[in-house]
């Protein structure tokens, strides 16, 4: 089987780095990249400039077009499709007369990811996403993974899925994930894991456990998710656990405690005596302090409620001798959630600098000093991946792949 894969929604192209750093014959023959609304399309033009482009089968090129607009049958072969698709509303909004009797709702990306399964066959698929798809939406929790495993099974694959936290496997955020592996029911792969129990293939035999050891298992609940994916979508709800697996639409899900590796800590990401526009101005400190405090705000909602906002401190400055937290879009904007260091040269506050979280993600220095702007840096590394975790995985992937015809 040849190592073939096309990435969809891939931002900066942390799938293809990580294949890349297998060197062991991964080949990408196609990829999809688009930013809504945006002027110029950052990620894309640097993507381009570490991979060059790549052709449809009509030798056209459409790589940085809505992949809305592609015809799913002009994308070239693949062995594996990947890709870190938004969480959104996955439920269905009405039925067709089509084959495949369903239409989500417009612009919910899901569906291209279903579309291009359905026109190419993939045999296998890895995907990411926020670890709260598996709760959403909250007032019919489980619905959007269950539409999602739902289409999967419709079209003959087994699926495995984990929250990963990234620290707990070596690296320097505490960064936590889906991953979703599927796999067809057809390949060599599918018809040895149709004989293995599912709670073994969730704690010991699996994909995901394979590349992210499991270090304990609580109980494992299961549920029959039915076939109807409309049915699914109104009235389908389930408490899905950090782990599972799916196969003919029979869900089995447990809580695992993850193996703990030695992670890397915020402080051996850190630069020295960094330019000065990345420290805070002593004018910005008191509202840096308020936004990283306890805070208890009087509301009213909209209904004439009053209730009081509660939250608690937020360490500041983010401490050396622990991993990073959750690195967001919004990193180096003047906000709760952005990182504040000590400067291991100065001792004076600052923000992390593109470099800096380059590295909390796994990417190599400077990988997106492609000529875009400071803050479309940040941006692009807020939506990336964790490069080591798809390494990881696409070292399990190459054994399963030598075994096949």
């Keep these: 089987m040849e190592k073939t894969m096309c990435e969809l929604f891939a931002g900066v192209g942390g799938f293809r780095l990580g294949f890349d750093r297998l060197r062991s014959g991964w080949k990408t023959t196609w990829f999809s990249q688009w930013e809504p609304g945006a002027k110029t399309q950052w990620a894309h033009d ?33 062995t594996l499709l990947v890709g870190g698709f938004p969480c959104q509303d996955y439920s269905v909004a009405h039925t067709l007369s089509s084959s495949h009797g369903i239409e989500g709702k417009k612009g ?52 495995e899925w984990r929250v990963v936290n990234a620290a707990q496997y070596g690296a320097a955020q505490r960064r936590r994930r889906t991953f979703i592996f599927a796999y067809h029911n057809d390949t060599g792969y599918g018809r040895k894991m149709a004989n293995i129990p599912a709670e073994d293939i969730i704690e010991r035999h699996g994909f995901m456990a394979k590349a992210f050891p499991v270090k304990d298992m609580g109980s494992v609940s299961e549920k029959v998710l039915g076939e109807d994916i409309v049915d699914v979508s109104d009235n389908f709800a389930f408490d899905f656990e950090n782990a599972g697996h799916m196969r003919n639409g029979i869900i089995h899900t447990a809580k695992i405690v993850e193996e703990e590796e030695e992670p890397r800590m915020l402080g051996d990401i850190l630069q020295k005596n960094v330019d000065e526009k990345f420290y805070i101005p002593g004018d910005k400190m008191a509202k840096w302090t308020y936004l990283k405090g306890a ?56 923000l992390l600098t593109p470099v800096e979280t380059e590295r909390l993600q796994g990417f190599e220095d400077e990988w997106t000093n492609t000529g875009m702007p400071d803050r479309m840096r940040y941006f692009c590394m807020g939506n990336a991946l964790v490069v080591p975790m798809i390494t990881r995985m696409g070292n399990v992937l190459d054994e399963i792949i030598a075994n096949e015809s």
């Design 108 to 159: 919910v990306l899901w569906w291209q990811i279903r579309d291009t399964l359905v026109a190419k066959k993939a045999p296998f698929c890895i995907l990411e996403n926020v670890d709260r798809l598996l709760k959403s939406p909250a007032k019919q929790r489980g619905r959007d993974f269950g539409v999602i495993l739902a289409c999967l099974a419709a079209l003959g694959y087994s699926v």
């Design 295 to 350: 805070k208890k705000i009087p509301r009213t909602s909209n209904d004439g409620h009053e209730y009081v906002f509660s939250e608690g401190p937020i360490a500041f400055p983010d401490p050396w001798d622990r991993p990073g937290r959750t690195m967001l879009t919004s990193e180096s904007t003047l906000n709760r959630s952005t990182h504040v260091v000590s400067d291991p040269g100065t001792g004076r506050l600052r």
């Design 46 to 78: 640097c993507y381009l400039q570490h991979f060059g482009d790549s052709t449809d089968m009509n030798g056209k090129y459409h790589t940085g077009d809505d992949i809305g607009t592609v015809e799913k049958s002009t994308i070239p072969d693949h």
